[in-house]
């Protein structure tokens, strides 16, 4: 079983920069991909980037070349580097763990706010 809890969430203008992490506690063997995903409201919950073993990513097109998705080698970590944010980044964002034998786990998410 894995826990995931996620922080750094907050309010931040145009422009501007946050990070987020998201902390995996419990058993963290197998893991194929871990990332995060983010459901702005009224829509449905979408990919915004994932990373695999061997540090390979995966974005969403309406977040490349600004967000940058990162971990710790044991997978302990993973972080969302967010620059030159957009209203548009308002949601709530959600870690996700994908685990060998198809298991997913989930954070509670963190609250993304960017104020035009």
């Known amino acids: 079983q894995v826990q995931l809890v996620e922080s750094g969430g907050g309010l931040v203008q145009a422009g501007g920069s946050l990070r987020l992490s998201c902390t995996a506690s419990?058993?963290?063997?197998?893991?194929?991909?871990m990332g995060w995903y983010r459901q702005a409201p009224g829509k449905e919950r979408e990919l915004a980037a994932l990373?695999?073993?061997?540090?390979?990513?995966i974005y969403a097109d309406s977040v490349k070349d600004r967000f940058s998705v990162s971990r710790e080698h044991d997978w302990r970590k993973v972080y969302l580097q967010m620059n030159n944010m957009k209203p548009e980044d308002t949601a709530v964002y959600f870690c996700?763990?994908?685990?060998?034998?198809?298991?997913?786990?989930w954070g509670q998410g963190t609250q993304v706010t960017v104020s035009s």
């Open positions: 419990g058993r963290r063997l197998g893991v194929v991909a």
């Open positions: 996700k763990m994908v685990i060998h034998a198809g298991a997913e786990y």
């Open positions: 990373i695999r073993p061997g540090g390979s990513t």
